[in-house]
């Protein structure tokens, strides 16, 4: 049967665009629907709206599928999994017992200790409990911590502080994260380089993708804002193939096992963002998902058909071996509306560029205007993604596209791929 595939993609930014691109290049995929619209996907996907829970269902009932790849992290956490298979239906991403590890911080450290997974040790706090607060306050004065709001907050509720009055501050001010905050982690500041290493999982195994970087800073050098991501590479220099297998196991694995163990079993990308300190590496954060930008790096890289790995881990049955990945390097960097990442300006006109041999672009915030022009639609615009035999051509093959998709007041990187984080 895996050889004739009904795919349902959720979700229509960057990395869905990405994941769309790769299943339409796998042999197995006779079918391809997606629930929400992007400019960017070809004309062989069949878009067919939907949003809440019950009409995605509904979708992968009408459209008959085998199998349902979700994206974002959101629904999964709404239980859009739970949904999916209770209606019969393999759904690569958890269940929403399983996502917790992302929409919790305080959750996801419990899962950690119990497991013997190596992170930054965190004191967990109620602050509205004087007694937590007073806790708080005296780890605050020490220095050199980094406060975590536990729950979503727009990718906002983490204040790394190296002075006591500055962490007493941020403690202070932790309520403007609002239900989020109704827990707070104050976690000892590590040190060192951050990389991405992403699992797939089929609730017992785990096989390890190549690592990847993401530059999250809105300017060159790591300076300015902090957005959802301006560029990825992959691999990253520092964690080889054989390294990314070896971390897996120490890192990803004993979450899986501790997940099952508590009968939740998490079933599809576990990603791990690490910080390489002297003493080894660390987990900072799981999510549940792909990263964005970073899976149109992986995408880009891919080279076996993705099928059976995808649904073997929905299906709870991982193949045996590893996937294949070419051996160069992606770098995907993203073009930004003008005003991100407060106020994305929309509306704005799009040239349609080129897209020469390795390259291929990704849209992440596109839209068609009534006149039928591409036009910008949010913040993170375009996912420009060169492929090469090494970093520095595939570099070099975004950075020489670019210039045929920019509009009016884009923002990119000049430096994604070169170090600088
Ligand atoms: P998180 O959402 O937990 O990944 O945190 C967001 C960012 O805050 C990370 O990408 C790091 O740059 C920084 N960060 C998080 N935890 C720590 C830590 N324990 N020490 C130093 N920096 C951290
Ligand atoms: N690029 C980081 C993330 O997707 O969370």
Not at 92 to 107: D, I, N, Q, V
Not at 333 to 339: E, Y
Not at 346 to 363: N, T, W
Request: hydrophobic share 40%; charged share 25%; net charge negative.
């Amino acid at each position: 049967m895996e050889d004739r595939v009904r795919v349902m993609v959720v979700g229509g930014g960057g990395r869905e665009h990405a994941l769309v691109w790769r299943l339409l290049r796998s042999p197995s995929v006779t079918h391809l629907v997606a629930t929400t619209p992007n400019p960017g996907f070809p004309e062989r996907v069949h878009v067919d709206p939907a949003s809440e829970i019950e009409a995605i269902v509904a979708v992968a009932r009408r459209h008959e599928v085998d199998l349902v790849v979700v994206g974002p992290e959101a629904p999964l956490a709404a239980g859009l999994a739970d949904a999916v298979e209770e209606a019969g239906f393999p759904c690569f991403g958890p269940r929403a017992a399983a996502a917790a590890l992302e929409t919790s911080k305080a959750f996801a450290k419990e899962i950690m200790r119990a497991a013997g997974v190596p992170t930054a040790t965190a004191l967990v706090v109620d602050p509205t409990d004087p007694a937590q607060l007073l806790a708080a306050e005296e780890r605050c004065r020490r220095g050199r911590v980094v406060l975590k709001a536990d729950g979503l907050a727009a990718g906002k509720g983490v204040v790394v502080c190296r002075e006591g009055e500055e962490a007493l501050e941020a403690l202070r001010t932790m309520s403007r994260f609002g239900e989020a905050a109704a827990r707070v982690l104050l976690e000892d500041l590590l040190e060192g380089p951050e990389v991405s290493l992403f699992a797939l999982s089929d609730g017992e195994r785990t096989i390890a993708l190549p690592s990847a970087q993401d530059h999250k800073t809105l300017l060159d050098g790591g300076r300015g804002p902090n957005t959802g991501g301006m560029g990825a590479y992959a691999p990253c220099p520092l964690v080889d193939r054989q390294t990314a297998g070896a971390w897996v196991q120490q890192l990803h694995q004993p979450v899986v096992e501790e997940l099952a163990r508590r009968g939740t079993p998490f079933r599809g990308v576990l990603f791990a963002g690490l910080m390489l300190t002297e003493d080894g590496p660390r987990v900072l954060e799981y999510n549940v998902r792909f990263g964005d930008p970073e899976c149109q790096a992986l995408m880009a890289l891919w080279e076996d058909d993705p099928v059976p790995w995808l649904l073997g881990a929905a299906r709870g049955m991982l193949p045996n071996g590893e996937p294949v990945f070419a051996e160069g390097s992606a770098c995907c960097v993203v073009l930004a509306s003008a005003g991100y990442p407060e106020t994305p300006r929309k509306g704005v006109p799009i040239p349609r560029g080129e897209e020469p041999e390795g390259v291929v672009v990704f849209h992440a915030g596109t839209a068609v205007d009534p006149q039928g022009r591409l036009v910008t639609a949010g913040g993170r615009v375009l996912g420009i993604t060169g492929r090469g035999a090494d970093l520095e051509e595939a570099r070099c093959r975004a950075y020489a596209a670019l210039p045929s998709w920019a509009f009016e007041g884009e923002q990119h990187r000049t430096d994604i791929g070169g170090g600088a984080r």
